[in-house]
Each structure stands twice: as structure tokens, then as C-alpha cells.
């Protein structure tokens, strides 16, 4: 059974600091997508990373993904409160199912 | 905006009552994903339709059930609700259904579900 697991849980950080959310997986996958959810609303897709070594940036965030490792990582640079929000990876198995299973999230609290 | 649209926004009901959860996709996306989010289980993926066709089943109870119209629309029947069946249900949609690596869901906005 896939497994995907994220830590941390919960973050507070301070802005203008650096932090990496990790997303590690059990079982083969060449798909990883990364979620942003605000309390209380639904689900934004950030980036979709479909190869060994992909890298995505957009503004503060980098997203990596490491096939081999079966770990994603969110990179988050010079942090501002606006990136506070609850962060999902989600992963289909390469099998050729399209169960998509999500992360448990992280929880991101960026402190003025 | 995401252009997936999903109503009613908030449902209460009482245990055993029947409810029906309506989401219309992006114009164009064949696929529509339905998920269940609930403070306990997380995220939760139920089940996907592709062009009318049921192509991948999650961790869906037997009391729930869903469809795709030929219109692209799509129904998550909740039958016999209990109270642990409250949660937040989410619709997406994606151009291809997972045949394209690239093919990114959009969310809607979710209905509400309390069951008193």
C-alpha cells in the first residue's frame, strides 16, 4: 500500500527565513504534485513534477524530486506571511492506477 | 478560480438521511475526482470518472456512490450518513483523467457536510 508522509506537521517560522518541507513516499511513482490550502478553502495545484531530478520554482517556492530517494522536497526561500497555509504533496503510483494519495500536510505559520 | 464548480456549499442533514453532492468540471476536462477531507483521515481520494467511465476506486464505503453524466457533470451519493461522514468533499477535474503526466487537477470549492 502507498505510503506518503510529510514532516513537518507544522511549521512557524519567522519572516525572511529558509525552510524545506519533505514529502517522502513508499513505492514507485513518476508523479508528485504539490497543493496549497488556505483554512477554510480548497485545494490550488503549485507544481507537478513528473521526472527523476525535476525542479519547479515559482517566486518563493522550489519544489525537487529525487525518484530514486522517493522523496519530494518544497523549498521555501526568504519566507513572507501571504505563504502561510497548509502545504500537500500528492502521489500517483506508477503502477498505471490513478489513486492519488495525499500527504497528511504541513501546517505553515510564517511569523512577522 | 479553478471553473469547477460544486453546490451545495453547505449540507446539514440527520444520521440514516440520503444526500446528493453535484460537481460540474473545468468546460473541457473529462476526468472528475472526488476526495473526502475530514480532520482525522486527512485527505482522502474516493473515486474517478473518465468521459463517463469509472477508472480508479479509493477508500470509498459501500453507502457512497457517485456517476458521470454524458454532460461531464458528476453525483456523489451519500446514503445511510453517520456522523463520522461529516467532512469536507472535494471535486477536481483534469484534462485527460492521468493518461498525461502533466495533467493537474483543479479543485472546486467543496461542500460542507454535518451530520447531526
Given amino acids: 500500500e502507498l505510503k506518503v508522509e510529510q514532516n513537518p506537521l507544522f511549521l512557524s517560522m519567522q519572516e525572511g527565513k529558509n525552510y524545506t518541507i519533505y514529502c517522502n513516499y513508499s513505492t514507485t511513482s513518476d508523479r508528485l504534485y504539490w497543493y496549497r490550502q488556505d483554512p477554510g478553502k480548497s485545494l490550488e495545484s503549485l507544481f507537478v513534477l513528473l521526472s527523476n531530478g525535476a525542479v519547479k520554482q515559482e517566486g518563493r517556492l522550489m519544489a525537487s524530486l529525487d525518484t530514486k530517494a522517493r522523496l519530494s522536497t518544497l523549498h521555501i526561500t526568504a519566507a513572507v506571511h501571504d505563504l502561510s497555509a497548509t502545504y500537500f504533496c500528492a502521489v500517483a503510483p506508477s503502477s498505471g492506477t490513478y489513486k492519488y494519495i495525499f500527504g497528511t500536510g504541513t501546517r505553515l505559520k510564517v511569523l512577522a | ?116
Avoid: M
Fill in chain 2, 1 to 116: 478560480d479553478s471553473g469547477v464548480t460544486q453546490t451545495p456549499k453547505h449540507l446539514i442533514t440527520a444520521t440514516g438521511q440520503r444526500v446528493t453532492l453535484r460537481c460540474s468540471p473545468r468546460s473541457g476536462d473529462l476526468s472528475v475526482y472526488w476526495y473526502q477531507q475530514s480532520l482525522d483521515q486527512g485527505l482522502q481520494f474516493l473515486i474517478q470518472y473518465y468521459n463517463g467511465e469509472e477508472r480508479a476506486k479509493g477508500n470509498i464505503l459501500e453507502r457512497f456512490s457517485a456517476q458521470q453524466f454524458p454532460d461531464l457533470h458528476s453525483e456523489l451519493n451519500l446514503s445511510s450518513l453517520e456522523l463520522g461522514d461529516s467532512a469536507l468533499y472535494f471535486c477536481a477535474s483534469s484534462p485527460s483523467g492521468g493518461t498525461s503526466g502533466a495533467d493537474e487537477q483543479y479543485f472546486g470549492p467543496g461542500t460542507r457536510l454535518t451530520v447531526t
